[in-house]
């Protein structure tokens, strides 16, 4: 198989997972809100789940249990070559995600999530056909699920953020290797990699906005796939979000996402080269009840580097089951 298709298809799907492949953009979460007591202790911002993709700060209240599904169908249109220049993507590649993150409040100022994602790519008038001469196919599975903790330090004061320390990790659930080449790396629906992540989570009410900020650190294992040892770069993955609650009911939303690679702190050098991607997402909120949420939202890629470029239409909702 062609390994620019196969580097295009593992991006598109890098980019789809709200926390997938690494915590990358398209991987940030949003399934613990303020709620009820929480809320006022912490001068009594308006009631929200936080940002479609960028992580809240203040974890889930002890025992509370929650389900958001995300609906993501994200389009190729186009490539950001070394320079950051935009080039064509060979083809019409696309993705459809639906991911399914479960959090629960383990206890005082701990949650615990995973993410679990489902996805389905399909491919056509691809520029190098297969062996056969294919130029569509598709093909679709689960991908790499993520697992969470999240422990609040600093709780949000007068001057002082909400503060929480995050530990994560991907694991290499989906189809990564033997691929098939007719399936023109549509079948390529995991990084391959375990990707254990550390960082912070802050937000803070500075009215009437809500601020969020998330900022990772993760270093993915060395792995083998059909084209032999890889050894993926360390990457720092940034988030900045904000909310204006418009009405009780309604919240205006505004995303930043990003991820910037690295060499590697431990083990031989990167063998693959480096990758950035800069994102935006503009969104609504609808809190329909205290326990459900709806969200839609539009992410685009703005800028980047040895990456794809998508246009990925997200629908969301968070549902606290109690």
């Known amino acids: 198989m062609n390994k620019l298709r196969h580097v295009l298809v593992l991006l598109l799907l890098m980019a789809l997972?709200?926390?997938g492949s690494g915590w990358t953009?398209?991987?940030?979460?949003?399934?613990?809100?303020?709620?009820?007591?929480?809320?006022a202790e912490e001068s009594e911002p308006p009631d929200t789940f936080g940002p479609i993709l960028t992580d809240t700060a203040v974890p889930a209240a002890k025992g509370a249990l929650y389900l958001q599904p995300f609906w993501s169908l994200g389009s190729v249109t186009g490539a950001f070559n070394t320079h950051g220049k935009r080039v064509s993507a060979g083809g019409n590649f696309n993705s459809f995600g639906c991911d399914l993150q479960i959090t629960y409040g383990a206890w005082d100022n701990l949650e615990v999530f995973t993410v679990i994602p489902v996805v389905a790519n399909w491919a056509n008038s691809v520029e190098e056909p297969g062996p056969a001469g294919e130029r569509s196919a598709n093909h679709?599975?689960?991908?790499d699920i993520n697992l969470t903790l999240k422990y609040r330090l600093v709780k949000e004061g007068p001057v002082a953020p909400t503060i929480s320390a995050v530990f994560a990790t991907d694991f290499p659930t989906g189809h990564y290797k033997n691929l098939n080449p007719s399936r023109l790396g549509t079948d390529a629906l995991g990084g391959g990699a375990y990707v254990p992540t550390t960082g912070v989570n802050l937000s803070k009410w500075v009215?009437?906005?809500?601020?969020?900020?998330?900022?990772?650190?993760?270093?993915?294992?060395?792995?083998?796939?059909?084209?032999?040892?890889?050894y993926p770069r360390d990457f720092v993955t940034?988030?900045?979000?904000?909310?204006?609650?418009?009405?009780?009911k309604w919240i205006a939303l505004?995303?930043?996402t990003s991820f910037w690679d690295g060499g590697r702190l431990y083990g031989p050098s990167a063998n693959v080269a480096p990758a950035h991607l800069l994102s935006i997402l503009p969104g609504i909120e609808f809190m329909a009840t205290?326990?459900?949420?709806?969200?839609?939202?539009?992410?685009?890629?703005?800028?980047g580097r040895n990456t794809v470029a998508t246009?990925?239409?997200i629908l969301s909702l968070v549902w606290v089951v109690h």
């Open 17 to 19: 997972a709200p926390l």
């Open 25 to 39: 953009p398209r991987k940030a979460g949003a399934a613990s809100g303020n709620e009820g007591s929480t809320a």
């Open 140 to 143: 679709a599975g689960f991908s």
């Open 207 to 230: 009215k009437p906005f809500i601020f969020y900020a998330n900022l990772y650190y993760s270093m993915p294992t060395p792995f083998s796939n059909d084209e032999g040892k890889q």
């Open 238 to 248: 940034v988030n900045l979000a904000a909310e204006y609650p418009v009405t009780k």
């Open 254 to 256: 505004l995303e930043f």
């Open 290 to 303: 205290e326990r459900l949420c709806f969200y839609l939202g539009v992410n685009i890629d703005l800028i």
């Open 311 to 313: 246009v990925t239409p």
